[in-house]
């Protein structure tokens, strides 16, 4: 693969997965609209690996109360870290169970099409305005109860739509359920965690039983860089909230999708 793809990819993966603009839409986007060929799921999946080390070392300490929970609910030991830990194994279980009925289904691949990431784009687009301007903003992660971490949950199964965003359907769950901004992508990004590992250890497998070791030095490249890049974005991201609403990004996800439609309806789909 050109060593100009990778470096784009990477960008693309580090610099979208945690704003609310979906990534993996970004990502298939690319070759669909240039003349490469289509990087595979196993470079989208190395993408989100290095994105998730940003996560892990920028939010390190939500991170480290994350251990401390798993090790408690191992000894039984009920403490607020292992609350927290329980929220996020409880809100991934959703998307785990949608993904393996796509795979199972052999709906995944259809869904790779710029027509569908337009109307999604749009679609939950409008849903991310909307929340942003409902409702109180005061909630934080000491908030969170059951049926809130379900809602949150059920939500982020729509991200397997591409062009849907994981990010983007949490933190409008999050934010219709009146979290501030920070707080709504903190929890986010926390549940992003174990969905990326997830899907980054069933990729891993089909990587190492097809014995591609070109694809995977292709990997490691756009891993590595996706991790700086994430890391700036998250930075940014956090900074971000404090100070403005989410609109820039509802805009950006209006000028997309409408860009797609116009594409998709024009012959480019």
């Known amino acids: 693969m050109p060593v100009e793809q990778l470096i784009v990819l990477a960008l693309i993966q580090g610099l979208t997965e945690f704003l609310p603009i979906s990534s993996s839409a970004h990502l298939i986007l690319a070759p669909a609209l240039t003349a490469w060929e289509d990087q595979g799921p196993l470079i989208d999946v190395a993408a989100h690996l290095g994105s998730l080390g940003?996560?892990?070392?920028?939010?390190?300490?939500?991170?480290?109360?994350?251990?401390?929970?798993?090790?408690?609910?191992?000894?039984?030991?009920?403490?607020?870290?292992?609350?927290?830990?329980?929220?996020?194994?409880a809100a991934t279980v959703p998307v785990i169970a949608a993904a393996a009925v796509l795979v199972l289904t052999g709906t995944?691949?259809?869904?790779?099409?710029?027509?569908?990431?337009?109307?999604?784009?749009?679609?939950?687009?409008?849903?991310?305005?909307?929340?942003?301007?409902?409702?109180?903003?005061?909630?934080?992660?000491?908030?969170?109860?059951?049926?809130?971490?379900?809602?949150?949950?059920?939500?982020?199964?729509?991200?397997?739509?591409?062009?849907?965003?994981?990010?983007?359907?949490?933190?409008?769950?999050?934010?219709?359920?009146?979290f501030a901004r920070p707080e709504a992508a903190r929890f986010s990004m926390l549940l992003a965690i174990p969905t990326i590992l997830a899907f980054g250890a069933f990729s891993g497998l089909e990587l190492l039983e097809g014995g591609d070791t070109e694809q995977l030095a292709d990997a490691g490249v756009v891993a590595a860089l996706s991790f700086v890049s994430a890391y700036g974005a998250i930075f940014l991201f956090m900074k971000m909230l404090q100070r403005m609403s989410l609109t820039p990004f509802v805009l950006y996800r209006m000028a997309l999708g409408v860009g797609l439609l116009i594409y998709s309806y024009a012959g480019g789909a």
Do not use: H
Not at 65 to 74: Q, S
Not at 130 to 157: F, H, I, P, Y
């Open 54 to 89: 940003a996560v892990l070392l920028y939010f390190r300490s939500d991170v480290a109360a994350l251990f401390r929970g798993a090790f408690g609910a191992v000894l039984l030991r009920w403490t607020d870290d292992t609350k927290l830990f329980a929220f996020v194994a």
């Open 108 to 178: 995944a691949d259809a869904l790779r099409s710029p027509l569908v990431i337009a109307w999604s784009t749009i679609v939950f687009g409008v849903l991310l305005y909307w929340s942003d301007k409902a409702g109180e903003t005061t909630r934080g992660m000491g908030d969170l109860t059951w049926g809130r971490v379900a809602a949150v949950g059920l939500a982020q199964a729509l991200a397997l739509i591409p062009g849907a965003s994981r990010s983007g359907v949490t933190i409008t769950a999050a934010r219709f359920l009146g």
